[in-house]
Nanobody, 125 residues
């Protein structure tokens, strides 16, 4: 079992920045690829970013590329999502999720085995 706890969400003005954290615990917690997803009101949960378990591979959705950066510190069992130049359309609940490293950097929700409870990010215009 792997437990995930997100933190760092909040209210920020457009153009501002936030850094989300995802604390990972459980057996072999560092051996998972870690993704970030987000879900806006009335919309489906969508992929935002993923980082490989080694930290050497990353991918970001086109909607956040060049503004968001995913990273991890395996010594601290923590994954981060640095969000810059935030826009009102970034308002959503942000979730981190874990998937076993079976190859590639998956973007589909169904490929993830463990999920956190989410943290709210609200961007005001």
């Amino acid at each position: 079992q792997v437990q995930l706890v997100e933190s760092g969400g909040g209210l920020v003005q457009a153009g501002g920045s936030l850094r989300l954290s995802c604390a990972i615990s459980g057996r072999t917690s560092s051996l998972y690829n870690m993704g970030w997803f987000r879900q806006a009101p009335g919309k489906e949960r969508e992929f935002a970013a993923i980082i490989s378990w080694t930290g050497t591979g990353t991918d970001h959705a086109d909607s956040v590329k060049d503004r968001f950066t995913v990273s991890r510190d395996n010594a601290k069992n923590t994954v981060y999502l640095q969000m810059n130049v935030l826009k009102p359309e970034d308002t959503a609940v942000y979730y981190c999720a874990a998937t076993a490293p079976l190859g590639g950097l998956p973007q589909r929700r169904l490929e993830y085995d463990y999920w956190g409870q989410g943290t709210q990010v609200t961007v005001s215009s």
